[in-house]
């Protein structure tokens, strides 16, 4: 297979999914996978089976930090309670998975209308944050800690 071939299988894989009234998008952060479903209803948001509120209640600031992080492509395309999330969520912690969400969702929202496209690129929402965790290196405490020097 060529390279422009596999890029654009990628490509195809990567674009927002619609079947039975349902549009499907995929959201990454570090090491946590968002499968994000949209559908037209009252604002309903849905995450692993349960109220988005009581899956991350773990969180003292979790209604706050959803409300900012998980909601912004509806709050910036204007669409806040016109659409229901399920989600499923795995791996990672919290701020991961809330920024996997947010990106599931704005990649959803462009199979809505791709009008979006511009608001939400404006925004920094359609981007994968390529960072990730540094591995640990032999010898070392950590990624990049080494033993303290002592010098008598």
Do not use: W
């Not at 060529?2 to 998008?25: D, F, S, W, Y």
């Not at 209604?63 to 795995?90: S, W």
């Not at 690129?121 to 290196?137: F, I």
Request: proline letters at 4%; glycine letters at 10%; charged letters at 30%.
């Amino acid at each position: 297979m060529t390279k422009t071939k596999a890029k654009a299988q990628e490509e195809v894989q990567r674009l927002p999914r619609e079947a039975n009234g349902q549009i499907h998008a995929v959201g990454r952060r570090k090491e946590s996978v968002a499968r994000v479903y949209l559908t037209k209803g009252k604002g309903e948001f849905i995450v692993n089976g349960r109220p988005v509120e009581r899956y991350f209640a773990a969180d003292p600031y979790s209604h706050e930090r959803v409300k900012q992080v998980a909601l912004l492509p509806f709050e910036i395309t204007g669409t806040l309670g016109r659409f229901d999330v399920k989600a499923n969520l795995n791996g990672g912690g919290t701020t991961g998975q809330l920024e996997a969400l947010r990106l599931g969702i704005a990649r959803a929202l462009l199979a809505v209308d791709p009008g979006y496209r511009s608001l939400l690129k404006k925004e920094g929402l359609l981007t994968r944050d390529p960072r990730m965790v540094e591995r640990k290196k032999y010898g070392l405490h950590k990624a990049r800690r080494a033993q303290q020097f002592s010098k008598r």
